[in-house]
């Protein structure tokens, strides 16, 4: 009896020979426009499996190796004209229905790139009675870790509406908006944010061992019971499991939790991005948000503003882009903003400028280009300022300047040209450095014609710290 009993439970095991597919491909999905998709899932060893798209004037065949793996390639028309569907049949025949043909984005980070209307996030609260929209689809991922790269994830595609809407990453969601009017083309969001998380748990954890400073870095990540503590463990988790889904580019709004060990974060996003770039074979365009001001309550001793430094230095990443969001903060004691309308249109400006070419102004915030000092004046020159800059709300503020003996001073300033400031105290007869915004909690009025805010900089390279 026990033998029969054993047999009748293993029995599933054996007679599963149907072709399955990873969560990423289900009814709903948007597939990137004009590529070669790849379309992978497992069979039985040596079968036969046939992939038919509805846009397709024939059917692309495959063999299912002996690790009961197949993958195979169909092109995408340009988008627009569905929706479609796609078939896969091998002993069994899987129809995935309501397919698009778009724009997919991968939007990750930590907890400002997870936050929802479920979190309290006020705009995308707002947009909830009217939200239900065919052309925008999302795949939410719960959060999974692994000490292995993965070939799978969970989730499941999705069409925006007020129900899946609330649980989506908001930045992603307005992002995705503002794409899906300027392009007329449906978009596929992918959500794989993790509040709290560090960038080290998305990288793989041998790169990010393979430096000391890095190293030390991952080493000193601090324990908590609400996000990984060891490096790599996102990546093969969440990241890995998607790295043959083609997408069009990714978003990026995390840098808070690596306050522990600022001095890294420029080096790490450069590893992060090569090697996710590096595992999609794809030089894929990299948007990112600057971390906003708060008042973390401790003794930083800079360490917030090295990391904004770090990731301003980091725009010489090729394709890449940040969104400043100094001006978008309703609450200094509030670690998430409450508003992320404005977020995601920052990020969707980089996109339809740089990646989609549309001429749509000035998408860039003010950036220090040059100091010169005249006398007890010091000038400060901006590039992305050509129509002018402008202070909103009265005299410019955030303003430091220092002489040789490296103390700064509040300053006052005035725009001098179109794209100058010029900088001075009392207290600081010969000028040496100016610092701007370089604290946790600036409240900076400095913008450029078009409304983007300045970017917080210091002319000096001098040790932060007490």
């Known amino acids: 009896m026990k033998k029969i009993f054993l047999l009748f439970l293993l029995s599933p095991l054996f007679a599963v020979a149907d072709v399955y597919l990873p969560a990423i491909?289900?009814?709903?999905?948007?597939?990137?426009?004009?590529?070669?998709?790849t379309v992978w899932g497992w069979a039985q060893p040596g079968e036969k499996v046939t992939v038919y798209g509805s846009w397709q004037s024939g059917t692309v065949n495959v063999v299912t190796n002996e690790n009961a793996v197949w993958k195979l390639s169909i092109p995408t028309p340009k988008a627009g004209g569905g929706p479609y569907t796609l078939t896969i049949q091998g002993r069994n025949k899987i129809v995935l229905e309501n397919v698009q043909i778009g724009e997919v984005w991968l939007c990750a980070g930590?907890?400002?790139m997870e936050w929802s209307a479920d979190h309290g996030v006020k705009d995308a609260k707002a947009e909830l009675p009217t939200a239900y929209n065919t052309n925008i689809r999302f795949f939410k991922m719960p959060k999974l870790t692994a000490e292995t790269p993965q070939t799978d994830a969970k989730g499941t595609w999705t069409v925006c509406d007020s129900l899946t809407l609330k649980r989506f990453s908001a930045v992603g969601y307005f992002f995705g908006k503002k794409l899906n009017q300027s392009l007329n083309v449906p978009i596929g969001l992918i959500d794989v944010a993790w509040g709290g998380s560090y960038i080290e748990s998305w990288i793989p954890e041998h790169l990010v061992n393979l430096f000391p400073n890095t190293r030390t870095s991952a080493e000193t990540m601090i324990q908590s019971k609400g996000w990984p503590k060891e490096a790599g463990y996102i990546y093969n988790g969440m990241v890995a499991p998607l790295t043959s889904?083609?997408?069009?580019?990714?978003?990026w709004?995390?840098?808070e939790s690596n306050r522990h060990y600022p001095s890294t974060y420029y080096q790490l996003m450069h590893m992060m991005v090569d090697t996710w770039r590096s595992a999609w074979q794809k030089d894929f365009p990299f948007y990112y948000v600057q971390i906003a001001p708060f008042n973390y309550r401790d003794t930083t001793d800079f360490k917030a503003p090295a990391v904004r430094e770090m990731q301003?230095?980091?725009m010489d990443i090729p394709k890449s882009g940040m969104a400043v969001i100094t001006d978008l903060v309703d609450d200094l004691n509030n670690i998430h903003p409450a508003y992320k309308k404005e977020v995601g249109n920052r990020l969707a400006g980089w996109a339809l400028a740089e990646t989609y070419g549309q001429k749509i102004g000035n998408y860039k915030s003010p950036q220090y280009k040059s100091l010169q000092v005249e006398g007890n004046k010091a000038i400060v020159s901006f590039d992305y300022a050509e129509s002018g800059l402008a202070a909103k709300g009265g005299p410019l503020t955030e303003f430091e300047v220092a002489g040789a003996?490296?103390?700064?001073y509040k300053a006052q300033a005035r725009i001098v040209k179109n794209n100058a400031v010029?900088?001075?105290s009392d207290k600081v007869p010969q000028p040496v450095a100016v610092r701007f915004a370089f604290r946790d909690t600036p409240v900076p009025n400095?913008?450029?014609k078009e409304g983007l805010p300045a970017i917080p900089f210091r002319t000096d390279d001098w040790k932060l710290g007490r």
């Open 422 to 424: 010029e900088v001075t």
């Open 110 to 112: 930590q907890s400002n």
């Open 312 to 314: 301003t230095r980091a």
């Open 446 to 448: 400095l913008f450029n």
């Open 405 to 408: 003996d490296r103390i700064f």
């Open 245 to 251: 889904f083609a997408i069009a580019g990714a978003l």
């Open 25 to 37: 491909f289900s009814s709903n999905m948007v597939l990137q426009q004009q590529s070669n998709v």
């Open 253 to 255: 709004y995390q840098g």
